[in-house]
């Protein structure tokens, strides 16, 4: 066991912005003998944060926007350099800048109270806690409609989906109405037969989308759903579908042919709405994410509803406890105002109420664009 004042879940640029407001304040590494410390625990094995991930054929040229770390302008990128590696390069660059406390591969499995402050549970230990910021963004949990029946296709979900070359030649179905499915149905739509499934007609925006207008609207949604506890959906279920380069293209090579959602699977293909097999060979699942919070689950923070209240990164009824990359700051600029807010909250609330957690006994806002690059 060891005892930090502040633990922070995550070490995507959400939990880096925190860690860097975190160091400004004066908290130091554990080691460090600073009077208030922290730690930055990421369960991925190397600086990135789900960048790493993303798909090969994703390049800088059609991401939306990546915003500086603070204090860290970006150097030039290359729009034809893949984003998975040139913005963990820019991540692990920041890390060193930054001299942050980070501790990796660590999987954070559950935080409970303790006192007035939270026990951490990893695989490398267990950690107690003055305060926890979590930043564990949406990546490491996709979601996965269930269907009656069996396929015994390739199905593959965004989370998993490398390059359309899997696909060349192949008739595939390309389930879901958000940014990444437009981006993966142009791009597979290419070299293969695609078949284009939505639960909803999808709805594209013909007046464009200005951020600065459009984007403060967007943000006063998605801040009005999680003060009121309600679970938020996509971005693209506050903003429309923009028509964008590869949207265009794909309306061009007649991939935009949307069928409603399928009833169930069969082994070679799929049951339409409409009582007609289509025969397949793939499906991507293009459903998207939720945030990333099971480890949270042992708060109880939930409601019937299956949202969490919050009043800006604090959850509601829990001072000690932020949400960054979460509901409104769910996007590159918003993490970054986010671990600001975050880390001076904190800093006010251990100021005004120093009762630390208990001694260890025994052995020891706002939402854009940015954030839909994919």
């Not at 640029?13 to 554990?30: D, E, I, N, T, V």
């Not at 410390?37 to 991925?44: C, G, I, P, Q, S």
């Not at 149905?185 to 594209?204: D, G, N």
């Amino acid at each position: 066991m060891q005892r930090v004042t502040v633990v922070v879940i995550g070490g995507g640029q959400a939990g880096l912005s925190a860690g860097y407001h975190l160091k400004r304040r004066g908290f130091g590494a554990p080691d460090s003998g600073a009077a208030r410390t922290f730690v930055v625990l990421d369960a991925a094995p190397a600086a990135g944060g789900a960048w790493q991930h993303r798909w090969e054929s994703l390049r800088m040229e059609t991401v939306n926007g990546i915003f500086d770390l603070p204090g860290f302008p970006r150097p030039p990128l290359d729009p034809d350099e893949p984003s998975r590696t040139a913005v963990p390069r820019y991540f692990a660059d920041f890390e060193r800048f930054a001299d942050l406390p980070i501790l990796r591969p660590v999987a954070v499995s559950a935080v409970r109270h303790f006192g007035a402050g939270f026990e951490v549970e990893s695989d490398s230990g267990t950690w107690q806690a003055e305060a926890v910021i979590n930043a564990t963004g949406t990546w490491t949990n996709p979601v996965l409609p269930h269907y009656p029946g069996t396929f015994n296709g390739i199905q593959l979900h965004t989370h998993d989906y490398v390059s359309a070359s899997q696909f060349a030649g192949k008739r595939v179905a390309v389930v879901g109405g958000g940014i990444s499915a437009l981006q993966q149905l142009e791009e597979i739509s290419r070299s293969a037969t695609t078949f284009w499934y939505t639960r909803r007609e999808p709805v594209f925006r013909e007046d464009g989308f200005e951020p600065e207008v459009g984007g403060r609207d967007v943000i006063a949604r998605v801040i009005a759903d999680v003060e009121a506890g309600r679970p938020t959906g996509s971005v693209v279920s506050y903003t429309g579908l923009l028509w964008t380069p590869y949207a265009l293209a794909a309306r061009d090579r007649g991939a935009l042919n949307r069928r409603p959602m399928f009833t169930a699977l069969e082994p070679n293909g799929v049951r339409e709405a409409d009582g007609i097999f289509t025969a397949l060979d793939a499906i991507l699942w293009a459903t998207g994410f939720k945030a990333a919070l099971a480890h949270l689950d042992p708060l109880g923070l939930r409601n019937q509803a299956g949202g969490i209240r919050m009043a800006g990164t604090q959850v509601v009824g829990e001072p000690r406890l932020h949400l960054i990359g979460f509901g409104p700051s769910q996007s590159t600029v918003g993490a970054n105002r986010a671990g600001r807010a975050a880390v001076s909250a904190l800093v006010r609330e251990l100021g005004q109420n120093r009762t630390a957690a208990p001694v260890m006994t025994g052995a020891a806002v706002r939402t854009s664009l940015d954030d839909q690059t994919s």
